[in-house]
C-alpha cells in the first residue's frame, strides 16, 4: 500500500521544511553546554550592563544569567516554531530567515557576554 501523499508535488519538500525549522533549536543545547564548561571560571555576578562611562550597572548572578538566557531562547524558539510549523505558503516560509536570524543573533550576543566575563 502507498502513501497518498507520495504522488503529490512538495509532499516530500513539507518533511524537510519542518526540519529546517527545527535546525535552530540546537542553539539551546549550544548556548547550555557553554554555560556548563565555563561554569567553574564564570565570577558569581556577570556583568551584563554598562553605563555611558564604562561602569557596570547591572550584574546579576550566574544562576539568573542562566536562566534569562534560557527563557529569551525558548520563547524565541518557541514562538517561531509555532508560527512556522503550518505555513505552507511561500511568502510565509520567507519568514524562516528572519527565525534564523534571531536565534543566531541571540545566541551570539550570549555567548559574547559569557566570553566577556571570563
Known amino acids: 500500500m502507498t502513501n497518498a501523499n507520495e504522488g503529490r508535488p512538495g509532499a516530500r519538500?513539507?518533511?524537510?521544511?519542518?526540519?529546517?525549522?527545527?535546525?535552530?533549536?540546537?542553539?539551546?543545547?549550544?548556548?547550555?553546554?557553554?554555560?556548563?564548561?565555563?561554569?567553574?571560571?564564570?565570577?558569581?555576578?556577570?556583568?551584563?550592563?554598562?553605563?555611558?562611562?564604562?561602569?557596570?550597572?547591572?550584574?546579576?548572578?550566574?544562576?539568573?544569567?542562566?536562566?534569562l538566557d534560557s527563557a529569551i531562547l525558548l520563547f524565541v524558539l518557541g514562538c517561531f516554531t509555532l508560527k512556522l510549523w503550518d505555513a505552507s505558503r511561500p511568502a510565509a516560509r520567507a519568514k524562516v530567515i528572519t527565525y534564523y536570524f534571531a536565534v543566531i543573533s541571540i545566541t551570539a550576543v550570549f555567548l559574547a557576554i559569557l566570553k566577556f566575563n571570563l
Open 13 to 67: 519538500q513539507g518533511k524537510n521544511w519542518r526540519i529546517l525549522i527545527f535546525l535552530p533549536w540546537l542553539a539551546l543545547p549550544l548556548m547550555l553546554g557553554c554555560y556548563a564548561l565555563l561554569w567553574s571560571r564564570l565570577p558569581a555576578e556577570l556583568a551584563v550592563q554598562f553605563d555611558s562611562s564604562g561602569a557596570v550597572t547591572n550584574s546579576p548572578g550566574r544562576t539568573a544569567s542562566l536562566l
